[in-house]
């Protein structure tokens, strides 16, 4: 099982993602990408990673409807003139 995190939104400007960037766990586990990962945004997914990996549906937690989760990273870019990053995280079984 891989879970899938895809950019969807950058309000500001990130200087790690761009809309469309993703990056996956394989086996709930193991961290893969093909471009730099932010640890900010490590923070915002690891409390709902397990979760959504287990089959949790993101409207039970109040992440979304349908089977993608919507998290954001921790940068407020209003106050520090990053970027705040939307992600959609779901579930794609091989």
Known sequence: MELVVEIVK???HCPVYAVGDTFSL???YKLKSEKPICMHSLASLLPYYNAVSHG???ED???GKGEK???QC???EWKTGGGTVTFAVYRRDE
């Open 10 to 12: 950058i309000k500001g």
């Open 26 to 28: 394989i086996d709930g």
């Open 56 to 58: 949790i549906k993101p």
């Open 61 to 63: 937690m109040g992440l």
């Open 69 to 71: 989760a919507y998290l």
């Open 74 to 76: 921790l940068d407020p």
